[in-house]
């Protein structure tokens, strides 16, 4: 998984799948994760036009498919599992190339499907206290690693 998690940050821009304005839900923390590192992050919910968070207002796109660059972004998913597998396919076909599915959002179907056809897929029950990789709990790691990997590669 930490290989799968180095390729998913080697990407320059990201997209979160189930973003939420409402801070009590985890597509709202996801997001804001990516947001207080500086990433670049596109909320992706057909619900809302846009999200705020601090004095950041961050325009959504309805589906993964309108993401201005798929190539170049790693997805975070953050859908309920009967969604999960769609997102992922609609991904494949945008060209995204890393996902990372957080706990609760995948059944094995959509997993086998991510692990299948993606370079870096991101996933399971492993990972700090077996609840499954989470971003907000081992996103810095992979992160630091991910950057540690891209220099010694210069």
């Given at each position: ?56 207002e961050y325009s959504t796109v309805s589906s993964v498919a309108e993401l201005p660059s798929p190539s170049e972004t790693s ?74 990997q891209n220099q010694g590669n210069l």
């Amino acid at each position: 998984m930490e290989a799968a998690a180095r390729t998913f940050f080697s990407a320059p821009h990201y997209a979160v799948a189930g973003a939420s304005a409402d801070k009590a839900k985890f597509g709202y923390k996801v997001l804001a994760w990516y947001h207080m590192r500086n990433l670049s992050v596109t909320p992706v919910t057909p619900s809302r036009p846009s999200i705020k968070l601090s004095a950041t207002e961050y325009s959504t796109v309805s589906s993964v498919a309108e993401l201005p660059s798929p190539s170049e972004t790693s997805l975070s998913i953050i859908t309920q599992p009967h969604i999960t597998l769609n997102v992922l396919q609609e991904a494949k076909k945008a060209g995204i190339g890393s996902v990372w599915m957080q706990p609760g959002s995948f059944d094995e179907q959509g997993l086998e499907y991510a692990k299948r056809e993606f370079k870096a897929a991101i996933g399971g029950n492993e990972g700090k206290g077996g609840e499954g990789w989470c971003i907000l709990v081992h996103g810095d790691d992979a992160r630091q690693a991910a950057k540690a990997q891209n220099q010694g590669n210069l």
